[in-house]
């Protein structure tokens, strides 16, 4: 249900395993695995460096989208993980993390872009939360990575500055 490190201050939640996932027990392993492996590269992360889960830590029938009952199903289980790893950063990738986690019917086109509070009963502060296109997505829509691109580059801003406080 996660890879990478459970101490890091960065954490990373997509929609849910598809098959290459569900068949190595990671998320994040397959082609939208291998891009986001140098999406972190590009911003000087790698899975050493982060923490990675998704909001479903199972394969949907047929790799279809969750249901809004699963989803619900796992909100506390998610919920929880992010409590447990408390980081500085969290990153949602693709809408169906954002909308959930950031509790909102608006689509990933309006919440990437700028920088968000996630927040919950068992977190002592918010955590600065970034909606990011899924990289799966980025596959079928590469004009989008230039926004991504800029997403990214704020994250890395962010890294930077809480490193020098």
Not at 62 to 87: A, G, S, Y
């Given at each position: 249900?996660?890879?990478?490190?459970?101490?890091?201050?960065?954490?990373l939640?997509?929609?849910?395993?598809?098959?290459?996932?569900?068949?190595?027990?990671k998320p994040?392993?397959?082609?939208a695995g291998?891009?986001?492996?140098?999406?972190?590269?590009?911003?000087?992360?790698?899975?050493?460096?982060?923490?990675?889960?998704?909001?479903?830590?199972?394969?949907?029938?047929?790799?279809?989208?969750p249901t809004?009952?699963?989803?619900?199903q796992?909100?506390?289980l998610?919920?929880?993980?992010?409590?447990?790893?408390?980081?500085?950063?969290?990153?949602?990738?693709?809408?169906?993390?954002?909308k959930?986690?950031?509790?909102?019917?608006?689509?990933?086109?309006?919440?990437?872009?700028?920088?968000?509070?996630?927040?919950?009963?068992?977190?002592s502060?918010?955590?600065?939360?970034?909606?990011?296109?899924h990289?799966?997505?980025?596959?079928?829509?590469?004009?989008?990575?230039?926004?991504?691109w800029?997403?990214?580059?704020?994250?890395?801003?962010?890294?930077?500055?809480?490193?020098?406080?």
């Amino acid at each position: 249900f996660s890879d990478g490190n459970s101490s890091s201050k960065i954490m990373l939640i997509g929609e849910a395993p598809g098959a290459d996932e569900d068949k190595y027990g990671k998320p994040f392993v397959g082609r939208a695995g291998q891009l986001l492996d140098k999406m972190l590269a590009a911003i000087k992360l790698n899975r050493d460096k982060v923490y990675i889960s998704n909001v479903i830590p199972w394969r949907p029938p047929d790799n279809r989208q969750p249901t809004t009952e699963e989803i619900l199903q796992c909100l506390p289980l998610i919920q929880k993980h992010i409590e447990i790893v408390n980081p500085f950063i969290l990153i949602l990738l693709g809408n169906t993390a954002a909308k959930a986690l950031l509790i909102t019917n608006q689509g990933i086109m309006k919440l990437r872009g700028k920088w968000h509070q996630y927040n919950s009963i068992g977190l002592s502060n918010p955590i600065s939360t970034r909606a990011i296109f899924h990289p799966a997505f980025l596959l079928r829509s590469p004009d989008y990575k230039k926004q991504t691109w800029a997403d990214l580059l704020e994250i890395e801003k962010k890294i930077k500055s809480n490193e020098n406080n």
